[in-house]
């Protein structure tokens, strides 16, 4: 290993900008076991598809519908 490296020519990752922030949210348990059981019809944890759900979302730019009973 050396004992000084040179970075004058690197470049930003480009995939910096896409990591995820990990965060302390508050949803319903039958929300939770809703999005649990499709993810495991699809194979893969909840976690990823409430974060894809959440992103396909922004990217459509939607409004939440607020329903108060």
């Known amino acids: 290993m050396k004992k000084e490296y040179d ?3 690197s470049i930003k990752n ?3 900008r896409m990591l ?3 965060i302390t949210i508050r949803i319903d348990e039958d929300t939770i076991l ?4 499709i993810a ?4 893969m944890p909840y ?3 409430i974060n894809s759900y959440l992103s396909a979302c922004a990217r ?3 409004q939440p ?3 108060w009973k």
């Open 7 to 9: 970075f004058s020519n």
């Open 34 to 37: 809703y999005f649990k059981k």
């Open 14 to 16: 480009p995939y910096a």
């Open 65 to 67: 519908e607020m329903i």
């Open 47 to 49: 976690q990823s598809l």
């Open 60 to 62: 459509k730019h939607m």
């Open 20 to 22: 995820k922030k990990q």
């Open 40 to 43: 495991k019809a699809q194979g």
